[in-house]
């Protein structure tokens, strides 16, 4: 059994064979863009999410959590707004998100327990129903059902491009299809983040081995970027499995389907780390030589979310205390004497420090270096054979003046 990434296989879709998707502008967003969107399958497929971790949880999260405790192995679709989080709304935003499901599962012939929903937008303002009531009417007529890559545009807030990605895998029974899309662009930190994204797959994956391939992808995806530190009321990790191929995923299969369902999230949340809020590249940092996976990971996690890191890397200094200093207060014990530290990767990397130590280094090369988009970091801490990857980007005045004004 062998996967196949999505630039070797398929172009980068953001849904599945077998499934529809159809969008519209409804008016919730106040630009006339499009917001609102209706992925369905025509058959019942089997469903898994992850949520946020905040304790403030949105209304779609909290009836989403609900409905795959329900219906877990008999979902049919998902309806999905933007220009509105639904957040912080009370028992009107749980009566609105239930009967945004009622009307999207009408509109593809489902009962309502079949169908899922997710908003994003602004915290504390209730939906507004007679417009979402007309959106998803609207959502019926052929024109609605155009391009499946507006999907993907539907559901954006502050992103600058939409993220979709794709890819297959051969399995004993023949080749699946995983293709997604997501948005997210601020309020981006591990254990979930500011993000919407959803999975689609026409293979036939049990409901308990589909959450575990899902969470075993988020751990080394999503949970993997971080753009600003800050996690919101309603992130949401989605995906669906129709069956549509007749390609059945079991334990045998189960590792191959896990790949390629993590290569199709490790993409999704690169490409969301990439459009954050002002960036100007994509920062990839591997902490090596640590005693285990999670030590590896909070290095680079404290890395990747360090403000004065991200922006010198914005500001092209190869500022490399910083990255010390980051790492020195993550809470791991790290002797300091063992450290290696480079930007780049293979011949043309640069180190900075050698055990622990200074070493003499050209400046302007190690600000190219920086400069490059994705900008590599590669720390090793000399004490284990255990890595991890984390994903974030550079911090720029832009950032600042986006959520400065996001309400205004």
């Known amino acids: ?184 662009a601020g309020m981006i930190h591990p254990n979930m983040a500011t993000m919407l994204a959803l999975v689609t797959t026409d293979a036939t994956v049990d409901p308990a081995l589909l959450d575990r391939a899902l969470r075993a992808a988020a751990d080394r995806s999503f949970n993997r970027i971080s753009v600003d530190g800050d996690m919101s009321t309603n992130d949401t990790l989605m995906v669906l499995a129709s069956g549509s191929s007749g390609v059945a995923v079991g334990e045998a299969e189960s590792a191959a389907f896990a790949a390629a369902l993590t290569d199709v999230c490790a993409s999704l949340a690169r490409q969301i780390a990439r459009d954050g809020e002002g960036a100007t590249r994509l920062v990839e940092i591997v902490v090596r030589g640590a005693r285990n996976e999670a030590e590896a990971h909070r290095v680079a996690d404290t890395i990747g979310l360090s403000p004065l890191v991200k922006t010198a890397i914005h500001g092209n200094d190869p500022n490399w205390g910083r990255i010390l200093a980051a790492a020195g207060y993550s809470g791991v014990e790290i002797d300091p004497a063992l450290v290696r530290l480079t930007f780049g990767d293979g011949a043309e990397a640069i180190t900075l420090l050698e055990r622990g130590m200074p070493v003499p280094f050209d400046r302007d090369a190690a600000s190219k270096m920086l400069a490059r988009d994705p900008s590599l970091i590669r720390l090793d801490l000399g004490q284990g054979d255990a890595s991890a990857t984390v994903w974030t980007c550079d911090f720029s005045a832009e950032y600042v003046r986006v959520n400065a004004e996001y309400t205004t």
């Open 1 to 184: 059994m062998t996967t196949l990434p999505a630039s070797q296989k398929l172009a980068a879709r953001p849904l599945a064979p077998g499934f529809h998707g159809a969008t519209t502008a409804c008016g919730l967003k106040p630009s006339g863009a499009l917001d609102l969107a209706l992925v369905w399958s025509d058959r019942p497929c089997t469903a898994a999410g992850i949520f946020t971790t905040n304790r403030v949880q949105a209304a779609p999260v909290v009836l989403d959590r609900e409905v795959l405790t329900r219906s877990a192995g008999d979902i049919r679709g998902v309806i999905v707004n933007s220009g509105c989080a639904n957040a912080v709304t009370g028992p009107r935003g749980l009566e609105d998100a239930r009967r945004m499901g009622e009307l999207a599962a009408a509109r593809v012939g489902a009962a309502p327990a079949q169908m899922l929903v997710m908003s994003t937008g602004v915290i504390g303002v209730h939906l507004d129903m007679t417009k979402l009531a007309a959106g998803i009417e609207a959502l019926g007529r052929a024109d609605a059902q155009a391009e499946p890559d507006l999907v993907a545009r539907a559901v954006m807030t502050t992103d600058t491009r939409p993220k979709t990605a794709s890819a297959s895998v051969a399995l004993r029974g023949g080749t699946v299809t995983i293709a997604g899309f997501a948005k997210g």
